[in-house]
């Protein structure tokens, strides 16, 4: 196996009353193919992969054995096999929804829906579902019964990803309160979406990169151009990308929009056409290992 051709270390365990001497494995050991030849036709091979090929079985077909699975990862430097190596779909769905597990709230300014909230927000922290009324006393009557988990903030976007306690339970346009110290800070919230199909940024059609802050004609916000539109007034935060995703200040626009999911597909789909060492180099390769992993 991959791990038995590794350098034993002796670890000194000082865990508990008696410390104690271990052997371990050095798995922090590297060795890496050159990437010179790479492109040697005689050498590599070239493969797509197709769905529901692995290491195992990928090696079991060019070797004949799936023994050399770990050279099939090593060449392509992939250092963990279910992350690093293309997923079927079925895997790459299951992966993704375990990386934005949760819902997005966009959050803006309680009297200005062109404003960020202005709250920073820490992960872990609880948020609850407040509102605007008050009892006869002046006291505002907060919904505590209807809480979520912040995992995380995204400042830049006007947003915080939310799981846990009752987070399917908000709406858009209502409001989120947030205790600090002793007093309570409020934000509306603008959009919610699913954090697998949420926005992970914008994209031209050929992969081109679109600034979330810039308007459609690329203009950033803030900065004037030299010509057109924005030629004397810089363009609004209601005016870019971000903007008009959001209908900050009319229809929402998704052009250009790249989802979690999407991005997560295409980064799939770039691991899919790999390179395999061609069966006759095979002990060389395996050889040259051995004695790398052993200095």
């Known amino acids: 196996m991959y791990f038995d051709r590794f350098p034993i270390l002796q670890y000194l365990d000082t865990f508990g009353s008696v410390a104690r001497v271990k052997l371990v494995t050095d798995i922090l050991r590297r060795v890496n193919i050159s990437t010179q030849g790479k492109e040697d036709s005689t050498f590599f091979i070239k493969y797509d992969l197709r769905e529901g090929d692995t290491p195992e079985n990928i090696s079991k077909r060019l070797y004949n054995t799936s023994d050399y699975f770990w050279v099939v990862l090593l060449v392509n430097e992939a250092l963990n096999p279910y992350y690093d190596f293309s997923m079927d779909s079925n895997s790459l769905e299951n992966y993704a929804k375990k990386k934005y597990f949760g819902k997005y709230f966009y959050l803006v300014d309680t ?9 920073t927000f820490s992960a872990d922290e609880t948020i609850f579902l407040s509102t605007s009324n008050t009892d006869d006393f002046g006291v505002r009557q907060e919904n505590f019964d209807v809480r979520a988990r912040v995992v995380e903030h995204e400042p830049s976007l006007y947003r915080i990803r939310v799981d846990g306690g009752e987070h399917t339970y908000f709406a858009e346009g209502q409001l989120i309160g947030v205790y600090r110290g002793s007093s309570i800070e409020q934000a509306k919230i603008k959009r919610i979406e699913d954090g697998l199909y949420g926005l992970h940024g914008f994209e031209t059609g050929t992969g081109d990169h679109v600034s979330a802050f810039a308007a459609p004609d690329g203009t950033p916000l803030g900065l004037t151009a030299a010509t057109g539109t924005y030629a004397n007034v810089a363009p609004r935060i209601d005016e870019t990308r971000l903007g008009l995703y959001l209908g900050l200040s009319g229809d929402r626009s998704v052009d250009y929009v790249l989802t979690n999911f999407d991005y997560e597909i295409k980064k ?5 056409s790999i390179q395999l ?11 040259a290992f051995n004695e790398l992993i052993n200095v």
């Open 111 to 119: 009297s200005d829906n062109k404003k960020p909230s202005g709250i």
């Open 277 to 287: 060492i061609a069966p006759e180099y095979l002990s060389t390769v395996v050889s």
């Open 268 to 272: 799939n789909e770039a691991k899919t």
